[in-house]
């Protein structure tokens, strides 16, 4: 079972980890067959090398400019899930609000990470 202040800090090392150069830093968050999914009708990326491979793609790099905070909406069991925003560059040129679903194993890290992005363009239908 995992509590919210488990989350938080999990959160926090995720943050800490973007912004870090290298990725030695997933293998506390991620398991080894850990599943990573941008979008929920996304494919899940699967296992921790993929999710690493992911990051240095997606990122623009440890310096990129970005405020972030997030909210621990809930947690049960093993699952919790949290909101987040993003705000990127100064001035802000992109913004996200961001569900996270995430599931952890024993030892608490993250064996299923889920994202529902939301930005301000993004209509309420798929018209």
């Not at 599943?35 to 929920?40: E, I």
């Not at 997606?58 to 925003?85: C, H, K, N, W, Y």
Request: hydrophobic content about 40%; aromatic content about 12%; proline content about 6%.
């Amino acid at each position: 079972m995992v509590g919210r202040s488990h989350v938080k800090s999990w959160v926090t090392d995720y943050e800490r980890a973007w912004r870090t150069p290298g990725t030695a830093a997933m293998s506390g968050l991620f398991s080894d067959n850990a599943t990573y999914r941008q979008t929920p009708y996304g494919t899940s990326i699967a296992g921790l090398d993929a999710i690493v491979s992911m990051w240095e793609q997606e990122r623009e790099g440890p310096d990129e400019l970005f405020t972030m905070t997030s909210e621990v909406v809930a947690v049960d069991d093993d699952i919790a899930v949290v909101r987040v925003q993003v705000d990127y560059g100064d001035p802000v040129t992109q913004e996200y609000l961001d569900l996270w679903v995430l599931r952890f194993n024993e030892d608490g890290r993250c064996i299923a990470f889920e994202e529902w992005p939301f930005w301000p363009e993004q209509g309420v239908s798929p018209a």
